[in-house]
C-alpha cells in the first residue's frame, strides 16, 4: 500500500518527489527499497547522502530474487561506501547470481569481482589514456574532434576497470586537446547531412510497418534477440535456484557441450498454420544462428485426436520452411520416464490421486479435493491401479501439489483414456496432461532455452517448480507475442467445420492461413520466413492484416518469379496484314528489368488472342488500351495494333477484333499502352482467390465465422490461354502472368492441363485503373 511515510522515506535518500512516487506504486521494488533502508539507517541513521541513495535505489530496483538472499550484504558494502559507482554495483550482482546458490560464497572472491579497495593513481589513470590515444593516434589526427570517442572510454577502462566515469573522461579530453589543440571554425561545422530520398522512394519506405525486427531471421537472431547464454539460467527473472542447481546445471552443460538446444513441439492434431511460422522460425532460427540445434518434438499425449497425415505434414512443412531437425522425438518416446517420476512426485508428497470428476474441477474456483491429503503409499498404489487399469474413464486423476500463475490449483497430471496410442499400443491407459509433459521433456532432451507464446507465462511457475522438484536440470522459459493474422481463422476445430460442410476443400485450401494451404498458393517459405523475420520477437501479441504477408511475398517473386503472358478471359484478334507468310518467334524476357538472366521464345501468328479488358468500344481519354480510335502496342512483337472492324455477337458483345498492324520505329507515334497477348496458346486452368472472411475477426461477426464467409472467394476461369512455352511447368513453379498477378503451378494439374492458383496480385496501377 502506497502511505506518505513510505513516500518520504524514499524522498530522504535522494529521490525526487515525483521518482518517490513512482517507486512507491511498484510492489517489488518498493518492498526492496525499504527493507534497504531501513537497513541502512542502523549505520548511517537519517545521513544518507545522495550517491549512497542513488545506489540503494540502483539496487532494490536491479536486484533478482534469485540473489535476494545476499541484499543485506550488499545494502552494508554500498552503505559503507565500499561499493561506491553503478559499475561495482552491477559487478556485485552478476557475482551474487553466479553464487545465489553456492554454499562456499568468498568474501575475498566477491569483493575482487567487483573492485572493493581497487584504487588508481592519477599516473595510472594517464598512463591507461596515453596508451588508447597511441593506438588511435592516426584516427584522431585524421578525423579530429569527429572521432567517436566512446570506443577509446571502453579500450582505457581495460587496464583501470574500476576507475571513476567522469574522472577517465576528463583525462581522455585532457590528452586529446593536447594532441589536435583548440578546435577550429571548420571543426565547429556541422557535418553534411546525406542527401534525404526522393518522395516516390520514401514512400516506399513509409509503407512498410514500424518493426523490431530485420530483414532476414538470421539477422534477427544475431542482433536483435537477447536471450541468455548457456549456463546462466539462473539470471532470467523468474528462474528458481535450489541447492543442486548449480550442479545440475554442470551435467547439463557437459552433455551439451554448451550448445543453444531448443525444441518445436507441436501437437500432431491438425496442420500447421502461419501462427506456427513464427514458431519455428524462431525455435529453429535462433538454434541455427547461433551454432545450436533444435528438436522437432510431437507433443503427442492425447491419443483421442492425433492422425498419421498430421504428423507427416507437420514435419513437410518445418522441411519446406528450410529447416532440419536435429532430431525427431515424440513426448511418447518417454513415457516409461514420466511415470516413473510420477512415481517419484508421490513418494515426495507433491501428488496425489484424486477421484473429483472433470466437470468438478474445470474452473479456477473448484472445491478443494477432499483426497488431497490421502497418504502416500495410498497414493502410490491409486496410481498403479490407474495404470493396470482397474479404474474407469474420469474415476480418478493424478494431481500435482502447486498452483499456476492463473490461481488453478493442483493441475492434473495424469487422466485415465482407454484409447490406444498411435505409437505404443494399448500399453498405457493414462496419459500426461501437457502441465505434466512439457517441461519434463525439455529437461531430459537438455533444452536450453524453452520458448513458447505468451498464454504459456501463467505457466512458468509451475514449469520451474516441477523442475526442481523432482531435482532434474531446469531450463528456462521464454514468451514472445503470438502473431494472429486479421480476416481468417486459423483454429483447427473452426477449419474441422469449415472442411466439414465443405465451405473449404480440405486442410490445403488456398484461402485458408494453414502452411499447407499458402503452399499450395505458392507462397514461398523464404518470403513466409522474411515476413516473419519482419515481426521481430517481442511480447506484444501482433494482428496483421493479410496484405502484409502479401507484401513480402511479392516482393520476392519479384526478383524470382519468370514472367510469361497468360490471357484469363480472351478476346479474338486476327491480323489482316501479318506480314509473315507463316508465325514467327519472338523473344520475351524471363525478367525484363534484368535481360541476362534469361529470355524464351513465344509463337507470333496472324491471330492472337488479347484481354477482354483490353478492349472498348467506348472509352474516356484515361484508357491507355486498344480502342476503334486508339492503337496499342503488343509486348515483345514490336508492332502496334489498329482496329479496322469489331465482329459482335448477337447480343453487341465483341468476339473478333480484325486489324492492322505497323512496325514500331523510331520515327513512328508511340503508343499509350503495351499489352499482353497469346499466339498458338494452350488452354490452362486458372482459380483467382480472394478474401475467405468479410470481417477482421470472422468469429466475433454477427452469426459467427460461419455466416461471415464473402460468397465469392474462389473464381475458376477454366480455359484460360498461356504461352506453350510453359507446359512442362511442375507443381509448384512459379511464374508472373504479365500485368495480371503471381501464380503457382497447383497439385489438381495433370499432364493434359495446368491449373494455375494465383498467389498474390499485382501492385496496383493508377495508369491501368
Known amino acids: 500500500m502506497v502511505t ?9 535518500i535522494g529521490l525526487s518527489a515525483e521518482k518517490a512516487k513512482e517507486t512507491a506504486k511498484n510492489d517489488n521494488v518498493a518492498k526492496n527499497l525499504k527493507a534497504i533502508i531501513d537497513q541502512a539507517r542502523k549505520t548511517k541513521g537519517d545521513n544518507i547522502s545522495k550517491p549512497v541513495g542513488n545506489l540503494l535505489y540502483a539496487l532494490a530496483s536491479k536486484v533478482k530474487s534469485q540473489a535476494a538472499p545476499h541484499i543485506p550484504l550488499l545494502t552494508q558494502y554500498v552503505v559503507d561506501e565500499k561499493i561506491t559507482s553503478e559499475l561495482q554495483l552491477n559487478a556485485a550482482l552478476d557475482f551474487t547470481l553466479h553464487h545465489a546458490a553456492a554454499g562456499d560464497f568468498s568474501n575475498s572472491d566477491f569483493e575482487k569481482a567487483c573492485g572493493v579497495g581497487v584504487t588508481y593513481t592519477d599516473d595510472d589513470v594517464k598512463k591507461a589514456v596515453a596508451s ?37 573522461k576528463d583525462e581522455l579530453d585532457a590528452q586529446i586537446l593536447a594532441l589536435l589543440g583548440p578546435k577550429t571554425a571548420e571543426d565547429n561545422e556541422k557535418p553534411v547531412k546525406k542527401k534525404e530520398k526522393a518522395p516516390a522512394e520514401a514512400g516506399k519506405e513509409a509503407a512498410k510497418p514500424e518493426t523490431s525486427g530485420a530483414p532476414t531471421v538470421t539477422e534477427l537472431m544475431r542482433t536483435r534477440v537477447h536471450f541468455h547464454k548457456p ?11 535450489t541447492p543442486k542447481t548449480m550442479e545440475l546445471m554442470k551435467e547439463h552443460l557437459k552433455r551439451t557441450g554448451g550448445k543453444i538446444v531448443t525444441r518445436f513441439p507441436p501437437e500432431p492434431n491438425g496442420i500447421l498454420h502461419i501462427g ?46 528450410g529447416y532440419k531437425p536435429y532430431k525427431i522425438t515424440h513426448s511418447s518416446d518417454y513415457f516409461q520416464e514420466l511415470y516413473d517420476f510420477a512415481v517419484e512426485l508421490i513418494k515426495r508428497g507433491q501428488a496425489y490421486v484424486c477421484h473429483q470428476k472433470p466437470e468438478e474441477i474445470k474452473g479456477f474456483n473448484p472445491p478443494p479435493s477432499p483426497w488431497k491429503d490421502r497418504p502416500i503409499e495410498e497414493s502410490l498404489k491409486l496410481f498403479e491401479d490407474m495404470k493396470n487399469g482397474l479404474f474407469d474413464e474420469g474415476a ?34 493414462i496419459y500426461p496432461t501437457y502441465d505434466y509433459t512439457h517441461c519434463l521433456c525439455d529437461s531430459l532432451e537438455d533444452i536450453s532455452h524453452s520458448l513458447c507464446t505468451k498464454e504459456f507465462q501463467q505457466r512458468r511457475s509451475s514449469y520451474y517448480w516441477l523442475c526442481n522438484a523432482l531435482d532434474l536440470y531446469c531450463p528456462v522459459q521464454w514468451e514472445y507475442g503470438r502473431l494472429n493474422v486479421n480476416y481468417t481463422v486459423t483454429s483447427k476445430r473452426k477449419i474441422a467445420k469449415l472442411i466439414e460442410t465443405q465451405s473449404v476443400r480440405d486442410w490445403d485450401d488456398p484461402r485458408l492461413f494453414t502452411l499447407t494451404a499458402l503452399r499450395r498458393r505458392g507462397f514461398p517459405p523464404e518470403a513466409i520466413n522474411n515476413f516473419c523475420a519482419l515481426l521481430g520477437v517481442t511480447m506484444a501479441e501482433t494482428a496483421v492484416d493479410p ?29 489482316t496484314n501479318f506480314p509473315h507468310k507463316e508465325a514467327i518467334q519472338v523473344e520475351a524476357l524471363d525478367f525484363p528489368e534484368k535481360p541476362e538472366r534469361g529470355k524464351h521464345t513465344i509463337a507470333f501468328g496472324p491471330v492472337i488472342y488479347i484481354e ?11 484508357y491507355k488500351r486498344l480502342t476503334p480510335n486508339q492503337s496499342v502496342g503488343l509486348r515483345y512483337s514490336g508492332v502496334t495494333l489498329t482496329v479496322n472492324q469489331v465482329v459482335d455477337d448477337k447480343d453487341g458483345n465483341p468476339v473478333e477484333l480484325l486489324v492492322e498492324c505497323h512496325a514500331v520505329t523510331n520515327d513512328s507515334e508511340k503508343p499509350k499502352g503495351w499489352i499482353h497477348w497469346v499466339s498458338d496458346p494452350m488452354p490452362v486452368e486458372v482459380r483467382l482467390y480472394e478474401r475467405l472472411f468479410k470481417h477482421v475477426d470472422p468469429s466475433s461477426a454477427p452469426g459467427g465465422f460461419l455466416a461471415d464467409m464473402v460468397p465469392d472467394s474462389m473464381r475458376i476461369i477454366p480455359n484460360a490461354l498461356a504461352d506453350k512455352h510453359i507446359k512442362g511447368a511442375k507443381v509448384y513453379n512459379r511464374f508472373q502472368f504479365e500485368r495480371v498477378g503471381f501464380f503457382s503451378v497447383d497439385p489438381d ?3 493434359e492441363q495446368l491449373v494455375f492458383s494465383r498467389t498474390v496480385s499485382l501492385k496496383e496501377d493508377v495508369a491501368k485503373k
Open 4 to 12: 506518505e511515510d513510505l513516500i518520504n522515506s524514499f524522498v530522504s
Open 132 to 168: 588508447t590515444i597511441a593506438a588511435n593516434q592516426k584516427g584522431l589526427v585524421e578525423n579530429r574532434y569527429r572521432f567517436v570517442v566512446g570506443p577509446l572510454l571502453v579500450d582505457a577502462r581495460k587496464a583501470i576497470p574500476w576507475v571513476d566515469g567522469k574522472r577517465l
Open 231 to 241: 549456463g546462466e539460467n539462473y539470471k532470467t527473472d523468474g528462474y528458481v535456484i
Open 276 to 321: 506456427h511460422a513464427k514458431a519455428i522460425n524462431i525455435d529453429f532460427g535462433y538454434a541455427e544462428a547461433n551454432g545450436g540445434v533444435c528438436y522437432l518434438r510431437y507433443d503427442d499425449t492425447n491419443p483421442e485426436k492425433e492422425e498419421e497425415k498430421f504428423f507427416t505434414a507437420i514435419k513437410d512443412m518445418v522441411e519446406w520452411l
Open 396 to 429: 480418478a486423476t493424478l494431481r500435482m501439489r502447486t498452483v499456476l500463475e492463473e490461481g488453478k490449483v493442483d493441475p492434473v497430471a495424469y487422466r485415465i483414456k482407454y484409447v490406444p496410442h498411435h505409437r505404443t499400443g494399448d500399453k498405457w491407459c
Open 547 to 575: 496484405q502484409v504477408v502479401e507484401s513480402c511475398v511479392r516482393d520476392y517473386l519479384n526478383i524470382h518469379a519468370p514472367r510469361t503472358m497468360v490471357v484469363l478471359e480472351s478476346l479474338k484478334v486476327t491480323i
Open 612 to 622: 477482354q479488358s483490353d478492349f472498348r468500344k467506348d472509352a474516356d481519354k484515361n
Open 749 to 751: 494439374s495433370t499432364g
